[in-house]
């Protein structure tokens, strides 16, 4: 198609540093069109269904100068391997497992939305923490307005959480998360229409819901909360 014929033709663009193609079908074989860009520093692709990438994209041993790879809902299972990128986006892809090799690179690596067991240093980057801190230290966490619409599972990493801040996240459900130790959490203009397992919350003292399409004043069983916000829930 038309996309195949202007891949192919960039091809010839050797000077070429800057190239973003967002949801044109794109697929891996356009891909090997560009092994030979040398120049190209930026790389955005979000939205095609590439569903695998190229063998040479895969392996880093293409686009030598490559800073920055945008790589973001494209149905991918596999990071790529660039060891002096700056950035990599892999948000909302198909990913389980983080590759080890990523623990030892500088790269700021996007992974929100992937079904993935993190390591620690990925946790902090989707978390946007610094990677020097002490997760056993941090008590408040503010990811409002971030685009999960799943939280990342950061349960076993953050084991004295008291404070939480997760407002304005498509999250559609009523979040759950480090229900042991959580006394504040803020949830204001969520989408979720229901408190389905808010009792699983032990400590929980305060609860801000406003602005989320609950219909009635919610019902809330809790013998520890003091402070029930739910402005605008009608």
């Known amino acids: 198609g038309d996309i195949g014929k202007i891949m192919q033709g960039l091809s010839k663009c050797f000077a070429l540093e800057v190239l973003k193609v967002e949801n044109c079908e794109v697929s891996p074989r356009h891909l090997e069109y560009l092994k030979d860009s040398k120049a190209l520093r930026s790389l955005s692709l979000p939205g095609n269904e590439l569903k695998e990438l190229p063998l040479c994209v895969l392996e880093g041993k293409c686009w030598p100068s490559l800073q920055t790879l945008d790589l973001e809902r494209c149905s991918l299972d596999s990071v790529p391997r660039f060891m002096s990128l700056r950035v990599l986006n892999m948000k ?139 402005n605008n829930c009608g």
């Not at 801190?133 to 799943?150: A, E, P, Q």
């Open 92 to 230: 909302s892809n198909r990913i389980k497992h983080i590759p080890k090799w990523l623990d030892d690179s500088k790269t700021v690596v996007e992974m929100m939305n992937n079904p993935l067991s993190s390591t620690g240093r990925v946790m902090k980057s989707i978390l946007r923490l610094p990677e020097h801190c002490d997760f056993k230290r941090i008590l408040t966490l503010d990811i409002s307005s971030r685009g999960f619409s799943v939280l990342p599972e950061f349960d076993t990493f953050l084991p004295e959480l008291q404070h939480l801040n997760v407002s304005r996240n498509p999250l559609c459900t009523f979040p759950i998360v480090c229900s042991r130790t959580l006394t504040e959490l803020i949830a204001n203009n969520c989408g979720f229409r229901s408190l389905k397992g808010v009792g699983a919350y032990k400590k929980l003292k305060v609860l801000d819901i406003s602005s989320n399409p609950l219909g009635t004043f919610p019902i809330v069983c809790s013998s520890t909360l003091s402070e029930l916000i739910a």
